[in-house]
């Protein structure tokens, strides 16, 4: 039976002129990662989309690719040492504005178009979580941190409460007066080009900025990789 783990394999490689740039202890730029990105590109197409029917993710999705394809981010770009215990998630999503899922509840601010920042929990919070997003769209695009009473990790369980009791007030009339308002900060902003990519600590305030030139015929088309690492294992 044919497979595309050799296809992957070659499409995956890392650029061996990659370089990293960090933006602070919990923010990586890396410029030219792969070294076929167009390949990739075209990897990408062969696998099947599902639509994010009430997800959080404002677009689709494919389905999760086998845990070894982010293996050689994981050691040549993010040096996790072997021993530490690492479980990786890959895979492709496509976010467009207006999306299927616009403004079901006020929840949704965070979501759909994203105007508000949100944060992606690991299994508990014992562990550290890293989400990569590789950038495959031909054009660069943006992904936004912030701030919520000066923190720009979601470091505590009670100051995600008092974050998720915040944002749930706010909705499309309010939403200039309750941001940039010493309470919930936009930072500063990434900018990162094709072939680029950002990795960054999930707990990290941040929001995709989906801008309306991204349709659902042509989406804004980013990898994503995520490591949970429980370095547990390594005491």
């Known amino acids: 039976m044919e497979t595309v783990d050799n296809l992957f394999n070659h499409c995956s490689q890392i650029s061996d002129n990659y370089e990293s740039i960090e933006y602070s202890d919990d923010i990586l730029l890396v410029k030219n990662i792969f070294k076929f990105p167009e390949k990739m590109l075209q990897f990408e197409k062969l ?3 599902w639509e994010s029917r009430g997800n959080a993710k404002p ?3 494919t389905l999760k690719l086998p845990y ?3 293996n050689e981010i994981a050691t040549r770009v993010l040096n996790i040492d072997n021993h530490v215990e690492t479980v990786n998630e890959v895979e492709f999503i496509y976010f467009y504005y207006n999306n299927i899922c616009l403004d079901s509840n006020i929840y949704d601010l965070r979501s759909n178009n994203c105007f508000l920042p949100h944060t992606d929990p690991g299994p508990t ?3 550290t979580n890293i989400i990569g997003l590789i950038n495959l ?3 660069s695009v943006k992904t936004g941190f912030w701030k919520f009473k000066g923190n720009l990790t ?3 369980e009670s100051l995600s409460d008092e974050y998720n009791q915040y944002t749930n007030t706010i909705n499309h009339d309010n939403y200039h007066e309750k941001i940039n308002n010493g309470i919930l900060d936009n930072v500063f902003n990434v900018e990162y080009n094709f072939n680029d990519a950002i990795f960054y600590n999930s707990m990290c305030y941040h929001q995709p ?3 309306k030139f991204y349709t659902r015929e042509n989406p804004r088309i980013m990898m994503r990789v995520s490591f949970v690492l429980d370095e547990s294992q390594d005491q």
């Open 47 to 49: 696998l099947t989309k």
């Open 59 to 61: 677009g689709m999705m």
């Open 68 to 70: 070894w394809t982010g």
């Open 125 to 127: 919070r014992n562990v």
């Open 137 to 139: 769209n031909q054009r």
């Open 154 to 156: 979601d470091n505590d």
């Open 209 to 211: 900025i989906i801008d």
